[in-house]
Nanobody, 124 residues
Framework: QVQLVESGGGLVQAGDSLRLSCAAS????????MGWFRQAPGKEREFVAA????????YYADSVKARFTISRDNAKNTVYLQMNSLKPEDSAVYYC?????????????????WGQGTQVTVSS
């Protein structure tokens, strides 16, 4: 069992930066692929970024590539999402997720555990 708690969301202006954190419980964090997803009102949840269990491979949605960076610290059981040059269209609830056995970076169904989400609002 893995519990995930996101933090770091907030209200910022376009062009600003935010860093989201996702703290995980459990001793097996380092064996999970981790992902960030987001969901805006009236829209489906969508893939943002993912990182392999070792941190050696990262994946990004085209919409955030070159602006967002995902990283993890297995010693701290934490995954991060550094978001730069934020745009109003980045506004959403951001969710952290963990997957292992059938993990596939951008596939929602391959994640076993989800956090409660943190709100990010970017004003123009």
């Amino acid at each position: 069992q893995v519990q995930l708690v996101e933090s770091g969301g907030g209200l910022v202006q376009a062009g600003d930066s935010l860093r989201l954190s996702c703290a995980a419980s459990g001793r097996t964090f380092s064996s999970y692929g981790m992902g960030w997803f987001r969901q805006a009102p009236g829209k489906e949840r969508e893939f943002v970024a993912a990182i392999s269990w070792s941190g050696g491979r990262t994946y990004y949605a085209d919409s955030v590539k070159a602006r967002f960076t995902i990283s993890r610290d297995n010693a701290k059981n934490t995954v991060y999402l550094q978001m730069n040059s934020l745009k109003p269209e980045d506004s959403a609830v951001y969710y952290c997720a963990a997957g292992r056995t059938s993990w596939s970076a951008a596939s929602l169904s391959s994640y076993d555990y989800w956090g409660q989400g943190t709100q990010v609002t970017v004003s123009s």
